[in-house]
């Protein structure tokens, strides 16, 4: 068993910042990347940010500039640092993670997601 904990969200007013983290735990023998998705009402869930576990990272272009992805491989854990936020920035934000645990195999995991609000 995989678990992914996120946690940061919450509503902010454009222009502010905010901090997402999330850890994994559980069975895992490697992890190959981890990662933030988001899905606005009535839209599909989109990449926002992407590193792996050499430290490559990979950004959606709406947010290139204002979002940095960082990770800490010891504690399994992942952080998304948003700043310059726009209402265009609100939605349910996503933790995932390529796993492999102790079984053959990889697959992606995810969390339960964190509200981010951007608004005056």
């Known amino acids: 068993q995989v678990q992914l904990v996120e946690s940061g969200g919450g509503l902010v007013q454009p222009g502010g910042s905010l901090r997402l983290s999330c850890a994994a735990s559980g069975s895992i023998f490697t992890i190959y990347d981890m990662g933030w998705y988001r899905q606005a009402p009535g839209k599909p869930r989109d990449l926002v940010a992407l590193?792996?576990?050499?430290?490559?990272?990979n950004y959606a272009d709406s947010v290139k500039g204002r979002f940095t992805i960082s990770g800490d491989n010891a504690k399994k854990s992942v952080y998304l640092q948003m700043n310059s936020l726009k209402p265009e920035d609100t939605a349910v934000y996503y933790c995932?993670?390529?796993?492999?645990?102790?079984?053959?195999?990889?697959?992606?995991?995810w969390g339960q997601g964190t509200q981010v609000t951007v608004s005056s």
């Open positions: 590193i792996s576990s050499d430290n490559n990272a």
């Open positions: 995932k993670a390529a796993i492999r645990t102790f079984l053959p195999g990889r697959r992606d995991y």
